[in-house]
């Protein structure tokens, strides 16, 4: 068996897809201790069944509708009118932007993607320099993942048990308290610019016109999650729906031609997430049966004994894990060895959840292997050392939220406690 082992971990060093190094990890170490294996085939079916994971292909595939047709320039547009005005108009505006967009998306890379190569030309023309625009824009890549509907809050609600509507209420204020000093240090070091251009009512009305359809996403699904209309499985598949009917009848963005190949594009992520989460939640079985969680609290307790030693650790630790991973992998492979350890420390799985986002989030834009580095040097044609160096006025920012995220744990569970 420790050959089988060694010879797997050998196979992922190679690059062998990450589902099936975690379900021959999963099988191997069944086999080693004599359980039937036909446990992991039930293990992946229960998962099927699960009502929670029924929102994340709909969501999936109103992201991937979203990227593909023209409403990043249509958000450009509609915030560039309203919210022009402010001292440090564009980079603000890039902030909004890139939030909204991801939060439906859940997927820093398409951010980066399909508004780079709008925003860094406006953040130029406005006066911004090189530098200030592409580290904003790499950064912002990934800063709407604490927003709903997030994805990765909708996967780790499925992972941890958590209920996905209070994971939705418990990412606002953190996620608005990152915008906001985000926002702050961006006006702070705004350019000194001539008279900004202000629309009159009749340019407004335009501009809230071209937005008109999608405008109300947010509304129909928080309104009708926190309504008490329908739950988030029904809320995905309104959103779907809508958005299918307005990007491809509508607006007519996307032709029918184009709509089977986005949505076989959406599909195919979600089977990846579907195939690595249920290996990963069998692994999780045998690691629980073997009562590894609970040694590992034993081991860690007794050199500390404090849940803020803890969680300084453990966002290191995170921080790490966020650098060299997709926060998918990151999720299913991390979430269930640290939530029973977390929970022992009367951590509140809600709170962790949000911790655990934010680390990811961060560790997207972390030296020297964060995902959005990489992605942000090829779309802008960039030295990745150059955005190092762009990026690190707000990974510090990005840090110093982090702390409070970390530490006020009130953040993330006001909301809940007042409409969960």
């Not at 629980?288 to 290191?316: C, H």
């Not at 569970?413 to 007042?418: A, D, E, R, Y």
């Amino acid at each position: 068996m420790t050959i089988a082992k060694i010879i797997t971990l050998g196979l992922a060093l190679l690059g062998t897809p990450l589902f099936l190094v975690i379900a021959a990890l999963a099988l191997i170490s069944f086999q080693s201790v004599g359980i039937d294996l036909s446990v992991v085939i039930i293990e992946m079916s229960r998962l099927a069944d699960t009502p929670m994971l029924v929102s994340l292909p709909l969501f999936i595939f109103a992201g991937s509708l979203l990227s593909e047709s023209g409403a990043p320039k249509r958000m450009l547009t509609f915030s560039r009118v309203f919210l022009g005005w402010m001292p440090g108009g564009m980079a603000v505006i890039t902030l909004v932007v890139c939030a909204i967009f991801t939060a439906f998306t859940g997927a820093s890379g398409v951010t980066i993607f399909a508004l780079g190569g709008l925003l860094l030309p406006a953040l130029l023309e406005d006066g911004y320099e090189d530098r200030f625009s592409t580290g904003l824009i790499t950064s912002s890549g990934s800063l709407g993942l604490l927003f709903p509907p997030s994805l990765p809050l909708i996967l780790y609600g499925v992972i941890s048990g958590s209920r996905i509507d209070h994971l939705f209420l418990a990412g606002i204020l953190p996620g608005l308290v990152m915008l906001l000093l985000l926002i702050a240090y961006s006006i702070a070091k705004s350019p000194k610019q001539k008279e900004r251009v202000r629309y009159n009512g009749k340019e407004k009305l335009a501009g809230l016109k071209e937005i008109g359809w999608e405008l109300p996403l947010p509304i129909i699904i928080l309104g009708g999650i926190y309504g008490g209309f329908f739950v988030a499985g029904e809320a995905a598949a309104i959103t779907a729906c809508y958005v299918l009917v307005v990007e491809v009848f509508i607006l007519r963005d996307i032709s029918l031609r184009k709509l089977p190949a986005i949505m076989a594009q959406s599909m195919v992520l979600f089977g990846g997430i579907l195939v690595i989460l249920a290996a990963s939640m069998a692994s999780t079985n045998f690691l629980v049966d073997q009562e590894v969680p609970a040694r590992l609290f034993e081991t860690i307790s007794n050199y500390i004994d404090s849940k803020y030693t803890f969680l300084l650790l453990l966002n290191i630790f995170l921080l790490i894990v966020g650098a060299m991973l997709d926060i998918f992998s990151a999720l299913v492979l991390v979430v269930p060895l640290i939530l029973p350890i977390a929970t022992a420390y009367q951590i509140d799985p809600i709170h962790l959840g949000i911790i655990f986002l934010t680390n990811l989030q961060i560790g997207y834009c972390t030296p020297p292997v964060g995902l959005n580095l990489f992605l942000a040097s090829y779309r802008f044609n960039k030295p990745i050392t150059e955005l190092y160096r762009a990026t690190l006025p707000y990974l510090g920012l990005l840090l110093i939220t982090l702390a409070i995220i970390t530490y006020i744990p009130w953040l993330s569970t006001v909301l809940i406690s007042i409409w969960g």
